[in-house]
């Protein structure tokens, strides 16, 4: 009996046992599953978020012209995003996981709605990206850039939280099962509860897991929210968050019938400096701009970064116009104070200034998006006037404003209908009055307004980004006229023809000006290429290689409008450049004033000391003339020696000087 006992016990024991070692299996099998289901599942709903929400800032900042990734960086964040919406439809695997596709049918239709905006939000991107200037601040595609996405996010929190619910039911279902197990199993001895400790520490640990991925959830969505309406750079508001606040604003002004004034900021030729001393120390220039701009303005007045060098500034609960005025005007001469300090960077002084624009609602705008615009147009209007100042919005900027849309339009028909043309002005050798060569100067024959001289039109061009195709079409005209002065029996001489930063900052530059001259049998120094001091100095280590392979191959680099800019031995010792053009302002009235007569000698002397010739601009009376003559300068251009002219009045005044045997087109040393 106890033999069979024994057995009944033992056979009872090895089913218990059994039964109890299957049971197991099942929860720790249950509990893996959940596991690698689950973890994946979760890190694939974080990625969609933060791969979105970098492609987000990163677009932001490419826009803005504070960082100069490519534009494939941002599409590829949004195809990573789209990837793991996908993974949690299709399933998928990638190095962090195996992804198994989601059977709640509600969480599946809110993933599809997620990837249909991250298609919207991938669309307009491509729109803003492809047409700028349809997305300046405030524009309806940028107010409409920023709602898509907003909407985004809500959908990838839903996705989240339906994500978080959904495993919280299933542990509590887990839960439940493995207590009523544990309950059973007891009796089964201290096998079953080791076995059974062993399965109560694999849960903690899932659970611990759990707890750690929605703490990093957490924290990644606290980021995320700063990283949304903060700039890190500075700390202060960004362009969201600042569009929010001018929004609340003008809506309280509207209700209590007062005012609002918006400053727009920007700092003056901060691009050079940043591009001199590099975007580290760039950053702590804009760090310490933040901190002087929250010093000069009232604790609940709002300062923002809203891009690159740009801060704006709201000042709200201004009781009328004129009050508005007279506080807005009072914080913008603070703050043009307060950034004309010098800047120590690391033992480095850097001396920098600000533009500032100033509009008022509702004066000069009667909705947010209009006055951050006009206070836009203000601050460029300073910046055009007298860099280091302010200027309050008008009317004479608005009709500027549109004029210049006009321009921009009509410039666009202008390139289409070929209606650019080119003038030449000669240049002499003052000591004996020979031409020594001729300046290109284009020119616009506008069907309505008749010709135009780039003073019109030329800002505009550069702002538009047409300005490349009106270098290149002047470029292409002075080397046909040269081949056909030189068929005609003409000396080619050498022509000036200015270029823009834009097309001057082109890596492909050199093959380009090489393809024109070949093309029209035009020898390397027949061409002579003027660049002013500022578009020089924006990208310093390409403009020193730049002219060191042009000056190599015999073509001619003139510093063009001398003395307006930096006008520094220490930039001017490093590039390889052979003419210095002295800007008009310093030869007019030479003979009067002494002043400018020893700024004119200092520039003589500095130009023999680095073995460059000088042309002297703008001589408009036999005084200035004589003067500059007996000064030593060997060549001028103005009025009085002779005016821009036509290619046909042009080739006349080579073809008369050369009947009169008159020397022509004399070569100059450069």
């Known amino acids: ?196 400790y062993r399965l109560e520490m694999q849960r903690e640990q899932h659970l611990h897991k759990i707890e750690q991925t929605s703490k990093k959830i957490e924290a990644q969505n606290t980021k995320l929210d700063y990283l949304a309406y903060f700039d890190t750079v500075s700390g202060l508001p960004n362009r969201s968050l600042f569009t929010d606040r001018l929004d609340q604003a003008v809506g309280h002004a509207r209700r209590k019938s007062n ?27 804009l760090k310490l701009t933040a901190k002087r701009l929250k ?6 007045d709002t300062v923002a970064r809203i891009g690159g060098d740009e801060f ?28 004309a300090k010098p800047f120590d960077i ?22 947010a998006d209009a006055l951050l615009i006009n206070s836009d147009h203000a601050m460029y209007e300073a910046k055009q006037n007298n860099r280091g100042s302010f200027c309050f919005f008008s009317r004479e900027i608005e009709n500027r404003v ?29 000591q004996n009055d020979s031409i020594v060569g001729f300046e290109a100067l284009v020119r616009w024959e506008h069907p309505k307004q008749g010709l135009l001289a780039p003073v019109s039109f030329m800002r505009v061009a550069e702002d538009t980004g047409l300005i490349e195709e009106i270098d290149l079409y002047v470029l292409n005209s002075i080397c046909r006229q040269q081949q056909e002065w030189k068929q005609q029996g003409l000396p080619a001489g050498k022509i000036a023809v200015n270029f823009s930063a834009a097309l001057f900052s082109r890596k492909d530059i050199t093959n380009i000006i090489a393809s024109h001259l070949a093309e029209y049998c035009v020898s390397n120094h027949e061409l002579e290429i003027e660049i002013t001091e500022s578009a020089m100095l924006k990208e310093m280590n390409h403009t020193q290689q730049l002219f060191e392979k042009l000056t190599n191959i015999g073509i001619s680099i003139a510093i063009d409008d001398f003395g307006t800019g930096y006008s520094s031995m220490s930039y001017l010792q490093n590039f390889s450049a052979t003419v210095l053009k002295i800007d008009r302002s310093f030869v007019h009235d030479i003979d009067k004033s002494r002043s400018t007569q020893a700024i004119m000698l200092s520039m003589l002397e500095l130009a023999r000391n680095l073995n460059m010739e000088v042309v002297a601009e703008g001589v408009e009376t036999p005084q200035e003339k004589a003067f500059i003559k007996s000064t030593g300068c060997r060549f001028g251009q103005g009025y009085l020696l002779g005016k821009p002219m036509t290619a046909q009045q042009a080739y006349a005044l080579l073809l008369s000087e050369q009947e009169n045997n008159v020397s022509v087109l004399s070569p100059r040393k450069v």
């Not at 010093?295 to 609940?300: A, G, H, I």
């Not at 500032?356 to 705008?365: F, K, R, S, V």
Request: overall charge negative; aromatic content about 8%; proline content about 2%.
């Open 1 to 196: 009996m106890r033999t069979r006992r024994i057995g009944h016990l033992s056979a009872s024991f090895i089913i218990v046992i059994s039964i109890s070692l299957g049971i197991v299996g099942y929860l720790v099998m249950t509990v893996e599953q959940m596991v690698s289901r689950h973890t994946p599942q979760i890190d694939a709903a974080m990625e969609i978020k933060v791969n979105a929400t970098l492609a987000h800032l990163r677009f932001e900042e490419i826009i803005s012209g504070d960082r100069y990734e490519q534009i494939d960086d941002v599409w590829s964040y949004l195809d990573e995003s789209d990837w793991y919406a996908r993974a949690l439809l299709e399933g998928g695997k990638n190095d962090e996981g195996t992804f198994v596709p989601l059977n709640s049918i509600n969480m599946r239709r809110q993933i599809e709605s997620v990837r249909v905006s991250l298609s919207k939000f991938r669309t307009i991107a491509e729109q803003r990206f492809s047409n700028y200037e349809a997305s300046l601040p405030g524009s309806g595609i940028d107010q409409e850039f920023d709602r898509i996405f907003a909407g985004f996010i809500d959908q990838a929190d839903q996705v989240e939280t339906l994500l978080q619910e959904s495993i919280a039911l299933e542990l509590s279902k887990f839960k439940q099962t493995a207590v009523f197990l544990t309950t059973i199993l007891a009796a089964t001895g201290v096998v079953l509860a080791i076995i059974l």
């Open 259 to 285: 005012c609002v004034a918006v400053l727009f900021i920007d700092l003056d030729r901060f691009k050079n400096v940043n591009d001199r001393l590099g975007h580290a120390r760039g950053d702590e220039i």
């Open 295 to 300: 010093q000069c303005l009232r604790s609940d």
């Open 312 to 339: 704006t500034v709201i000042l709200a609960d201004l009781d009328d116009h004129k009050k508005a005025a007279t506080a807005a005007g009072s914080v913008a001469e603070h703050i043009s104070l307060e950034l």
């Open 346 to 367: 690391g033992g480095l002084k850097v001396d920098l200034s600000a533009s500032i624009g100033i509009a008022i609602y509702p004066i000069d705008a009667s909705e």
């Open 402 to 430: 549109t004029q210049e849309l006009q321009i921009g339009h009509d410039l666009h028909n202008a390139i289409k209908e070929n209606q650019f043309t080119v003038h030449y002005q000669p240049q002499y050798e003052l």
